[in-house]
């Protein structure tokens, strides 16, 4: 009870603090210069939220620009305010919301601080910070690059795409399987710096990992997966592999956005279409026949063999190529490139993209796909990009970044 007193007592004291110290930067702020074609449009109060809670309604003075017809309130754009939130309140709540519900979010910020917050608010704090996130992810931020990065000799990139669920107006023009979608898109990306174990064996460098995202579509999606790549890479690494499902349009990116980069279908997927070509081909599961197919089949593919299976299929088995089989037939054939395991494993490389698929669950189906959950396209958007902040640990640096041209700082809190 007293240590709760306390706080009370504490947290009240830093409130008139900070009102204090807003109003006369209100003050100070009366004194900017106009620039052409604007004029003093008159005094508004706004009472601001602080870390220690709302302030009592404070003026400032409204600049009309006849010209742009557009305002703003220089006391405002001085310190940094989302709304009427400074930009450590903001920040604060954006650090609940990337990881939790909106609802747990506001429940969690208001134990840590002396006041409530709704869900709305916070929802409302991270819509205002989308233009600002959204720039920073697609490489407009501040252009950090980590001693990993510039040292790095092998960089893995891997692409992927999870469906979260959407209201039913954000669904226009998507098709789900049985043509009524209940989910939209969400293609999401992974960098990481590789090297090699004493035995040759592949290894993700630890806090190496960034991920990009967005409900666009994939040409957009692809610039900004290579935003982040020529972000983190100021010269382009020795080897740079591209790693996905084989999916059409991951390989169009490869081909538009990562062309000097050596693409890699990964091999557990290359398996899975094993059985579909197997059934096609009118093999009985379970015969003996099969279970010797499909032992030989899978080695050939996981040494990069893959044309011995094809070659034998056109030459003894091309009759039974129907429609089905012909499909995976043409999956294999067409990414025969792509399937060079044996020279991959020798170099001691990665062969399978399972960082972009967990990440996909971690990144997006974590905060996404939470029970009850229905987004709408507005509200995915702007939460995304912040989502992919915090999972490559640039949270922090988007923060500082926020702040860093400011005039004045010291009133931020």
Known sequence: MLEQTLFNDMNGLCLELMTELLSA?????NDYEPEADERNAGNHGKKIVTLFGETPEIKRTYYWNEATHKGHYPFDDKQGLVGRY??????????????????????????????????DSIRKVVGMRYNESSAFVRGKGDGTTDSSDVNAQIVC???????IPMRKECLKGTKGKDGRAKTREV????????????????????????????????????KYLRAEFDRRFLKTPK????????GKWLHSIHESDFPFAIEILDVYHALEHLKPLMTGLGLKEDSKEWKYRHRYWSECIRTGKVQNMLDYILKNMKTRLGKDAMREYKYYRSNVDRMKYDKYRANGWFIGSGVIESGCKTVIGQRFKQSGMIWSLKGA???IPLRTLY?????????????????????AA
């Open 25 to 29: 930067g209100a003050a100070t702020a």
């Open 86 to 119: 400074t930009p450590a309140a903001a920040n604060e709540m954006v650090r609940h919301a990337v990881n939790h519900s909106y609802k747990d979010a506001a429940e969690a910020f208001s134990r840590n601080h002396a006041f409530n917050i709704s869900a």
């Open 157 to 163: 990139v891997m692409a992927d795409g999870t469906g």
């Open 187 to 222: 293609k999401a990306g992974a960098i990481f710096v590789a090297s090699k174990t004493k035995d040759n064996e592949p290894h993700r460098d630890l806090d190496t990992t960034t991920y990009v995202a967005t409900t666009h579509r994939r040409e957009k999606f692809g």
């Open 239 to 246: 080897t740079v592999l591209y790693i996905t499902d084989g």
């Open 381 to 383: 958007k702007a939460l």
């Open 391 to 411: 999972k490559s640990n640039r949270m922090e640096q988007f923060f500082a970044y926020l702040v860093k041209n400011l005039k004045q700082v010291d009133c």
